[in-house]
């Protein structure tokens, strides 16, 4: 070898060592800013254990759903494995990263805020999270039965008989599938046929203002009852909404866990509704 072949080694050598060297300044320099950023004297288990074990409201402000709820809902998770605790964060900090999300439709810097979480951490958990809800959806979310009449419409002298085939009401949404003799309520954008039954066009149907004469009575009272009827049952989805606020102003996520986020929330809502039940 003669020597400029030994200065080029020297030259490759030098240049490997200050591109190592510059590698460990960056990795200990985001440490360094990680944890001036991450300086709060409550780590994120103290904040879980704050919320669990404060005053009741915190708990369901920050979860939208009480502690008893919580505890039931991650204790059902973790025992049939659907999530699991890794070595910094436990099931419940999951759990309640997730939450906090849906329910007040955060981004991911105000979770990393609350959490004390770096943002990759925060993405992670809220993916495993929403993955393990929504595949719980075969045991929380079930179609009408069709073989009964809801007792809404069942013991209404403004519903019964005249809605008794009525299986639900949609409101923007599509669906796929028709049972014979059961439909959907739906408003005037949509055609009335199939499984939609919609109001009458044209027909107002103010029924209690007694000063307007003329007009079909007959297809106004129609419209009023499917009107009370159909808001009766959208009312449930004002309340979903209500209490997962992402659904009305979604995040850009990738489309697959967007569609996959209202489903998660039915769950949710669902397991809400049930555990509250005597």
């Known amino acids: 070898m003669d020597a400029g072949d030994s200065n080029n080694g020297d030259s490759f ?3 490997s060592f200050w591109w190592v060297f510059f590698g460990m300044f960056y990795q200990l320099l985001k440490k360094r800013q990680s944890a001036i950023r991450y300086n709060s004297i ?8 704050e919320f669990l074990h404060g005053h009741w409201e915190r708990i369901f402000n920050k979860t939208r759903m009480t502690r008893d709820c919580f505890v ?6 973790e025992q049939t494995g659907r999530l699991t605790p890794s ?11 997730f939450l906090f999300v849906v329910g007040h439709s955060a981004s991911n810097r105000d979770a990393q805020e609350t959490w004390q979480r770096s943002g990759s951490t925060i993405s992670k958990y809220f993916g495993i999270v929403l993955e393990a809800i929504f595949n719980m959806s075969g045991e929380y979310i079930r179609p009408p039965d069709m ?7 069942r013991y209404s002298n403004r519903f019964f008989p005249y809605f008794q085939g009525c299986v639900g009401a949609i409101d923007g949404t599509h669906v796929s599938a028709c049972v014979g003799g059961k439909y959907y309520l739906v408003d005037s954008g949509y055609a009335n046929r199939g499984c939609f039954l919609a109001p009458y066009r ?3 149907y103010h029924l209690r203002d007694r000063r307007r004469l003329g007009g079909d009575r007959k297809k106004e009272q129609f419209n009023y009852r499917h009107a009370s009827l159909r808001n009766a049952i959208e009312r449930t989805f004002g309340i979903w ?19 996959m986020i209202p489903v998660a929330c039915a769950v949710l809502h669902n397991f809400i509704r049930m555990d509250q039940l005597p």
């Open 72 to 77: 039931r809902i991650s204790s059902i998770m």
């Open 87 to 97: 070595r910094a964060v436990s099931v419940e900090e999951q759990l309640m990263i």
């Open 202 to 204: 044209g027909t107002n």
């Open 42 to 49: 409550l780590t994120a288990d103290d904040r879980v254990t």
């Open 147 to 153: 073989n009964n009449v809801h007792h809404t419409i």
């Open 241 to 259: 909404k209500r209490r997962f606020p992402i659904l009305r102003s979604m995040h850009q996520f990738p489309l697959d866990k967007q569609a």
């Open 13 to 15: 050598e030098d240049l």
